[in-house]
Every structure is written in structure tokens, then in C-alpha cells.
């Protein structure tokens, strides 16, 4: 029936009356029954099919010719057979993941000679795998992942053993326990391996010995103890994070080996990984492992030191190492970043010449540092140094002005004094050379690249004059350093760099220093003190955000707002004793403006007529004109009051003059 006659037989023989918007409904809901009813809403982007989520047990019938990737996943496909791929093979990427498959139909990839690319993650193939029925050939498939199917050892044969170009395996999240040393027999150009979070106890000697392209192995989050004939000589990235390795030894000292990361974090390593002298090794993590000391089997003397010549990133992190000889890094050529944070030590020193030279970064965080000693030399390039958490109180007080890239200085959490700077810069400059300032300070003038400077928790006392001269510093914290004192003039030097300033925590009753002489300060905190007064601003200042939370601030000065109103972006002054109606000024500038008070539930006043104080959201201006009310009103009392009282006294005069009159006459 053509459209066309249907609808004349329609008109003629029963919908002669029917209205034309009705009959248009009518046809539409012909037309889209019409539709094959089995064609899921997949979603076609050139030659990609998308029918992913949407409880098929199969590919759509009618797929459109040439689709080259399938995604499948997500759905309830269990028998995976040539007719559950609508007899298609002609796929270059087929997505199974997460549907129910137990069955695959033998040698079904055999035929697909344009498949690279196959997902079948997070089924059930250890089902399958109980049949002891292979797969057969994946003539073409370079890309396979078998993660998540609760395959144990051997099972991976009956998917592996005729892949002659497979490249990429993930064998991830499955409980596999060990690698037999034929596992990988079928699978030659693999190229990387992903074993992670499974069982593995074991690898057969030679497992992977066939595998000449091999370059990435993942073995992380396993259970290997000890690995001692570490021979995979191509191998360039080995994962063994999160195992139980204890040793780490490679078979022959003398053979060069290509690896150039090599991730031992998460361990139970007693000693330093044990490499060959000819390495390229770049990356090494041994962090969070037990290591006690970094024995280079040997020392400068003997030549048996291992060489690390490549090393770029080191991190030794959350061991119990005490000390690292300088000979440790004699031949860390181009190390940038050494992370010996949270470990024991005690003492660290660089002292031979050019030692660390490249080195970019140091984490010495969270150790028992008491004395730290750099060569003038050492460490040209160090950009960022983190020693928080230590015991520091004395340095030699010129040590941070030989490092001349340093930015970066992290020092909260230990015991230091500042030092003020000398009048006479030439004098200082003279007597510079590793001298212990008997004061026991340290300095922070002209440390030609300085701009974080982090100094809270250090019990500092005092920050004295010109404390930063000549070094750029763009952010400073000196919080919770309870009692302290700032000298008028100590930020002098900083007027043009310092962008943030932090002082936090200071039991501070006030602070002399005029903050508007900073002309680049943007960021201040100033809560949790006991200032009764705010320092003065003037109209030059660019202050964008300000904390005030938490002092004993009563009222803020009108013209000190004025001053800020123009650049102030946010301002915190929760927590705070304000008078309600001295402020009323500033509330109403705060309104006006483009202000933002983050914590404004927490900002209340203090009123006479209220026992609790004032949200002051909710204050307006009657609440305190009235008090205005009141004395005017007073006032006026007290003014008829003494006009009565004139009154009175005046008519009562004046009739004693008249009774006296009366007696008189
Ligand atoms: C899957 O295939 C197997 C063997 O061909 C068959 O016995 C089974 O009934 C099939 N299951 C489904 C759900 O099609
Ligand atoms: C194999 O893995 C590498 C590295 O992750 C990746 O670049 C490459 O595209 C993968 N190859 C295939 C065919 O998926
Ligand atoms: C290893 O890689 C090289 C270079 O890509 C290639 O020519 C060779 O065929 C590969 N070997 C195997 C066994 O796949
Ligand atoms: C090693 O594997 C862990 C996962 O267990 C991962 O977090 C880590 O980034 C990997 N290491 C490298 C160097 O890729
Ligand atoms: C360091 O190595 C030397 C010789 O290799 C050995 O005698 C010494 O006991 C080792 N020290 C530690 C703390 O392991
Ligand atoms: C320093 O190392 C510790 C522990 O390894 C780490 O938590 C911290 O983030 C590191 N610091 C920086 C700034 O990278
Ligand atoms: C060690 O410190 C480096 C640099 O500070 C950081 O990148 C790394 O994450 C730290 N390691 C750990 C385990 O936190
Ligand atoms: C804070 O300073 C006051 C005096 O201004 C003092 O009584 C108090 O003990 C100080 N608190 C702390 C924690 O230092």
C-alpha cells in the first residue's frame, strides 16, 4: 500500500470527518510503528556504532555496512557467537566490556583479520576458561584486555596461545598466583603487560624471556617477596609497587639494561634495589619501604658504587633511613628531585664540590634535621626546598643566600630565629663565608631568588628590621608563631613584590607595621589575633581579600574601609566583638559594594538592648537611631523639665512679692 492510497482510502471510507491535525497524529504513529522494532536507539557516528547500556544480548541486526568499531559494553551478551555480531567480521575495535559472556564460539576472531582492537573486561570468561576450550587464532587483535574475569593461573592459555601480533595484554584484576614460564608462549610481540592487582607469588624463570619487545611490565599490587635475577635487559618500565618485595637484584652487575622507570614503592625492601652499572634508570621510587640505610654496596674507593648517572627523580620517602652519605649521590649526575621526606634523619649535608648540581627539588620534610649544611657551590640549581617538620634551631645564618635559584623555602615546624639585616651591607657581605651568627639566626636578606617563604610554628619571637631586604619574596607566612613581635619596619624591602601575607594565629594585640606602604599585597590574614585596631589604609592600596576573624575588633575605622572599598574583593570578620551602631557605616559599605563576606553568619554585634549579639545582617538603622530617639527625647524632658521648674519658681516669687506687698499694704 503506498502512502498515498492509503490515506485516500482512509479519507474516503472512515476518517471523511476527521480533522486534519488528527489525521496527521494518525500518521505519525503509523509511521514510527513502521520501524523495525528490534533497532535499539544506538548511537551511529561515521563509521563508529554506540549501543552501549542497553540490555542487549546481541549486536543490532541491521548495523550499517563498513562499521569498523562496535561498543557493545555494559550490556547482557553472554554467548558470544558469529551471530551474536550479526555475522560481522569485518570490525577494527570491539567493545564487550562488563556484559555476561561464558561462552566464546572457537576460533571466531580467526576470520576477523581487521580486529586490533579487543575489550573483553569484566565478564565471565574463568567460566569459559573451566571448558578447556581455546579461542583460537586473534590473527590481527594487537590490543586485549582480559582484566576483571576472575581468571586464575593458566587460564589466560586458552586466550593467548595464537596471538602473533598482540602488543598490549591487561590481565588486570584477576587472581592469578603465578606466571608459568610458557604463559606468554603464544603471545611474542607483547610489548606491555598489565598484571596489576592480582595474586602473583611467582614467576617461573623465563616466563618472559621470549618476549623481546617487551617494554612495560605492571606487577603492582601483587604478592611478590624478592626478586633476584632481574634479567629482563629491554624492559623499560617495571611496576612492582604495592608487593612484598624485600630484595631487588639483578642477575648480572655488568650488562647493560634499558630500564628507565622503576616504581618499588609499597614494599618491604631492607636495602637499596641492587642495579647494574650500566643503567639509564630515570625514575626510582622506593618510598614507604624499610629501608634502614642506603649501603651502596661498596664506596668511592673500591669502585663498586652503583652509578646512577641518568637518575632525574629519587624518592626515598617514609623509610627509616638515618643518614645519607654525600657519597650516595657522587655520580647522580642529573637528579631534579630528591624526596627524603619522612624518614629519620638526623643530619644531611652537601659539602662535596658540585655535588647535586642539577637538582631542582629536595623534600627533607617530616625527619629529625638538627643541623643541615650546604657547600657554597652545592645545589646551584635547587628551586625548591621543603624541610618542615624538622628540629632545626641553628644554621649557619647565611646559608639560604648560596642558593641562588631557591624560591621555594618551606621551614614551618621548626625552632628559628630571623635575623634583622646589618646596616652595613659590605661589612656582611665580608663575613659571609660560613659563619654561625651568634645569635643564633638565620637570614633571609638578599636571597637573590626568594619568593615563598612558609615560617610558621617556629616559636619566632621577633621579626626585626628589614628581615627581607633585597630578596623578592611574593608570599610570606609567619602564622602561629604565638607572641609575635613585628618590627615597624620589618616587611621594608617588600613594598613592591610582597602579594600575600599570612599572620595567623600570632596572639597578636596589634601590628605596627603600615601594610599600605606594600603597595602589591593583595592577600592578608590577619585571624585569630587580638587585634583591637586595624593598621591604617590608604587609598593606594590594592588589598583583595582580608581575614579579620577571630580578634577583638569593636570598630572598624570608616576611612580605613573607604580606603579598601575600591580594591577589596573578600573580606572574613566573623567572631568578632563589633559594636552595632558605631559600625553602622561600614555595614552599609559592605552592603553597597561589590564586598563579598564569606562568613557574614558569623559576623555579629554587640547592642545594649539585645543580651545576645546581633547577626548584622539583621541590624538596621532604626535599632540604633532609636538610642537617638531616646536622648533627644531626654534632652527634651530635661528642657521642659527646667522650663516648668522656671515657671514654677517664678510664679512663686512673684506671689511672695505680692503677699509681701499685701503686708506692706
Ligand atoms: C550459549 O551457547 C551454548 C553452547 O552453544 C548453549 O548451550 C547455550 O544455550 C547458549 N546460551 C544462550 C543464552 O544462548
Ligand atoms: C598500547 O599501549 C600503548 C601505551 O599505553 C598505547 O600508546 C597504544 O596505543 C596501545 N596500543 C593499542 C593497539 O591499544
Ligand atoms: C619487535 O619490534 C620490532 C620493531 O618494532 C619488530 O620489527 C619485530 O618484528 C618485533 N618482534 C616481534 C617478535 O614482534
Ligand atoms: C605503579 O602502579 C601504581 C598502582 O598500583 C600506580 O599508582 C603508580 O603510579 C605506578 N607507577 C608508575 C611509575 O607508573
Ligand atoms: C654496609 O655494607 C658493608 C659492606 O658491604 C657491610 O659490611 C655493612 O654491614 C653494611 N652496613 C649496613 C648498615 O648494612
Ligand atoms: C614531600 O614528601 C612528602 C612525603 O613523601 C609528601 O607528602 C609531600 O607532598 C612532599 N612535598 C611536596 C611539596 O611535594
Ligand atoms: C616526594 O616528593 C616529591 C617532590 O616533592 C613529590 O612529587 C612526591 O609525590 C613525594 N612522594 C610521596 C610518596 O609523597
Ligand atoms: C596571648 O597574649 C596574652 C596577653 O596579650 C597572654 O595573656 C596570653 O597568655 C597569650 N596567649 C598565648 C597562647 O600565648
Redesign the pocket.
Known amino acids: 500500500m503506498t502512502f498515498r492510497s492509503f490515506c485516500l482510502i482512509c479519507h474516503q471510507l472512515i476518517f471523511s470527518t476527521m480533522s486534519a491535525a488528527q489525521l496527521l497524529l494518525l500518521l505519525m504513529v503509523m509511521a514510527s510503528s513502521a520501524l523495525p522494532r528490534h533497532l535499539p536507539p544506538c548511537q551511529v557516528v561515521q563509521m563508529d556504532v554506540v549501543c552501549s547500556d542497553l540490555s542487549l544480548r546481541s549486536a543490532p541486526t541491521d548495523l550499517p555496512p563498513g562499521v569498523q568499531m562496535l561498543d557493545l559494553s555494559r550490556n547482557q551478551v553472554q554467548n558470544l557467537t558469529q551471530e551474536t555480531l550479526a555475522y560481522r567480521s569485518d570490525f577494527h575495535h570491539l567493545n564487550l566490556h562488563s556484559n555476561r559472556i561464558h561462552f566464546i564460539q572457537p576460533d571466531l576472531f580467526r576470520e576477523m583479520s581487521d580486529l586490533r582492537v579487543l575489550d573483553l573486561s569484566k565478564n565471565y570468561l574463568n567460566v569459559f576458561a573451566l571448558s578447556k576450550i581455546n579461542i583460537g587464532s586473534l590473527t590481527a587483535v594487537e590490543s586485549l584486555d582480559l582484566s576483571s574475569n576472575g581468571l586464575y593461573t593458566g587460564m589466560s592459555d586458552f586466550f593467548l596461545a595464537d596471538s602473533p601480533v598482540l602488543t598490549n595484554l591487561s590481565l588486570n584484576s584477576n587472581s592469578i598466583t603465578k606466571i608459568a614460564q610458557n604463559a606468554f608462549g603464544g603471545t611474542p610481540s607483547l610489548r606491555k603487560i598489565n598484571l596489576h592487582n592480582n595474586i602473583i607469588l611467582e614467576i617461573e624463570d623465563g616466563a618472559f624471556d621470549s618476549l623481546y619487545n617487551l617494554t612495560e611490565l605492571d606487577l603492582s599490587k601483587n604478592s611478590v617477596t624478592c626478586i633476584t635475577d632481574f634479567n629482563l635487559y629491554n624492559l623499560k618500565m617495571l611496576n612492582l609497587s604495592k608487593n612484598s618485595v624485600e630484595l631487588f637484584q639483578s642477575s648480572s652487575p655488568d650488562r647493560r639494561f634499558n630500564l628507565l622507570q622503576l616504581d618499588l614503592s609499597e614494599n618491604k625492601m631492607l636495602?637499596f634495589p641492587s642495579l647494574p652499572r650500566a643503567n639509564v634508570l630515570k625514575y626510582l621510587d622506593v618510598s614507604h619501604n624499610l629501608l634502614?640505610?642506603v649501603?651502596?654496596?661498596?664506596s668511592p674507593e673500591t669502585g663498586t658504587e652503583i652509578c646512577l648517572y641518568f637518575l632525574q627523580y629519587l624518592d626515598m620517602s617514609f623509610n627509616h633511613l638515618k643518614t645519607i652519605p654525600e657519597s650516595f649521590f657522587y655520580f647522580m649526575k642529573s637528579l631534579k628531585v630528591l624526596n627524603v621526606s619522612n624518614n629519620c634523619i638526623s643530619s644531611f649535608s652537601v659539602t662535596g664540590r658540585g655535588l647535586l648540581s642539577s637538582v631542582k627539588v629536595i623534600n627533607l620534610s617530616y625527619n629529625s634535621l638538627q643541623s643541615l649544611t650546604f657547600r657554597e657551590d652545592a645545589l646551584q640549581s635547587l628551586e625548591k626546598l621543603y624541610l618542615q617538620g624538622n628540629d632545626l634551631t641553628t644554621l649557619d645564618h647565611q646559608i639560604f643566600q648560596r642558593l641562588p635559584s631557591m624560591m621555594y623555602l618551606d621551614l614551618q615546624q621548626n625552632n628559628l630565629q630571623i635575623c634583622g639585616s646589618k646596616e652595613n651591607h659590605y661589612e656582611s657581605s665580608l663575613t659571609r663565608q660560613n659563619q654561625v651568627d651568634p645569635s643564633g639566626c638565620v637570614s633571609f636578606t638578599s636571597v637573590p631568588n626568594l619568593q615563598f617563604l612558609y615560617f610558621s610554628e617556629n616559636n619566632l619571637q621577633t621579626l626585626p628590621e628589614n628581615a627581607f631586604a633585597n630578596t623578592p619574596l611574593k608570599s610570606l607566612d609567619l602564622s602561629l608563631n604565638p607572641g609575635l613581635e613585628i618590627h615597624k619596619d620589618a616587611l621594608s624591602g617588600l613594598e613592591r613584590s610582597l602579594v600575600q601575607l599570612i599572620l595567623r594565629e600570632n596572639n597578636m594585640s596589634r601590628l605596627n607595621t603600615d601594610l599600605s606602604l606594600i603597595r602589591s599585597l593583595k592577600h592578608v590574614d590577619l585571624s585569630t589575633n587580638q587585634l583591637n585596631s586595624l593598621p591604617p589604609w590608604n587609598k593606594e592600596s590594592s588589598i583583595e581579600s582580608l581575614n579579620l576573624q577571630n580578634n577583638n575588633l569593636v570598630t572598624l575605622e570608616y576611612s580605613t574601609m573607604v580606603a579598601l572599598e575600591h580594591s577589596l574583593k573578600t573580606l572574613y570578620m566573623g567572631s568578632n566583638p563589633l559594636s552595632c551602631c558605631s559600625n553602622l557605616g561600614f555595614l552599609r559599605m559592605v552592603q553597597r559594594s561589590a564586598v563579598v563576606v564569606p562568613d557574614i553568619e558569623t559576623v555579629t554585634c554587640v547592642h545594649k538592648d539585645f543580651s545576645k549579639p546581633v547577626n548584622i545582617e539583621k541590624l538596621t538603622d532604626e535599632m540604633c537611631q532609636e538610642s537617638v530617639y531616646v536622648i533627644i527625647f531626654c534632652v527634651l524632658a530635661v528642657i521642659v523639665a527646667l522650663a516648668v521648674l522656671g515657671l514654677l519658681l517664678k510664679c512663686c516669687l512673684s506671689r511672695k512679692r505680692k503677699r509681701n506687698r499685701g503686708y506692706t499694704a
Open positions: 636495602s634502614q640505610s649501603n651502596v654496596s661498596g
